[in-house]
């Protein structure tokens, strides 16, 4: 299986209310040693969007610095959507103004820390 395979199982999963299985699906891809790209994150924070789960979705979002990718516009979207959900406003304002900006420019969720920083 590739990339574009993993993606299509996951979108299948989401459309199917299984938000979980879909994030097991990308969690899975390296187990297969394939590289989870931009639309495999969209999707998995869109199926825990989708589904309520914003702290999910976050971290999915969040796991994109891990795998070495800078987010789109869809990925920033998503992610201000989802902060929206939880109750952040701020956050949801820098994510969306972050979509017109450079990817270094990228804000960082409130609440949300990377491996070896303090929240």
Same mark, same amino acid.
């Given at each position: 299986p590739d990339v574009v395979s993993f993606n299509a199982a996951m979108s299948a999963c989401s459309k199917s209310g299984q938000w979980l299985q879909s994030l097991?699906?990308?969690q899975g891809m390296a187990t297969l040693n394939v590289q989870p790209n931009l639309v495999s994150f969209s999707t998995a924070i869109g199926a825990c969007e989708k589904h309520g789960k914003w @702290?999910?979705?976050l971290r999915v979002f969040e796991s994109l610095h891990q795998a070495r990718l800078a987010p789109d516009a869809i990925c920033l979207s998503l992610a201000a959507r989802v902060? @929206?959900?939880?109750g952040q406003p701020q956050a949801a304002h820098m994510l969306a103004r972050a979509r017109s900006g450079p990817p270094a420019a990228m804000p960082r969720p409130l609440g949300t820390a990377e491996a070896g920083e303090e929240e």
């Open positions: 097991l699906v990308l @702290e999910k979705a902060c @929206e959900l939880g």
